[in-house]
């Protein structure tokens, strides 16, 4: 079971690119299925939100941690992120745990306040 998570979120559109947008869309649906059908991911979640200005929607990569660096540096999947930066604002990156890595992580946090002197 895949235990890393590539978060990728967008705010909205740059205006006059919308149609290139949807463009850059369904390419990295194509990408993403192939990923996922190469077993170069576990799988990946897609998610469109009410038009906030703060965060439009996103795209959750999951695999482990080898997976996930792997598609970071694929030429492709640069290609395309590149391609998404030029039509929408806000874009990010940022990758996280799951699943049974949440508890190794938090393990670690606790052992790090344990360090820190608590005030009250």
Do not use: K
């Amino acid at each position: 079971m895949a235990d890393r998570v590539l978060f990728i979120s967008w705010t909205t559109p740059v205006r006059g690119r919308e149609e290139r947008g949807l463009e850059v869309f369904n390419e990295s649906m194509g990408l993403y299925g192939r990923l996922q059908q190469e077993g170069r991911i576990e799988r990946f979640e897609v998610v469109l939100l009410e038009p906030s200005g703060d965060l439009n929607g996103y795209i959750e990569l999951h695999g482990s941690a080898e997976q996930l660096a792997a598609v970071r540096e694929d030429d492709e999947f640069q290609r395309n992120i590149i391609e998404a930066s030029l039509i929408v604002d806000g874009l990010r990156h940022v990758e996280g745990v799951t699943n049974e890595e949440i508890a190794r992580q938090m393990a670690l946090y606790r052992d790090a306040i344990a360090r820190v002197p608590q005030t009250t």
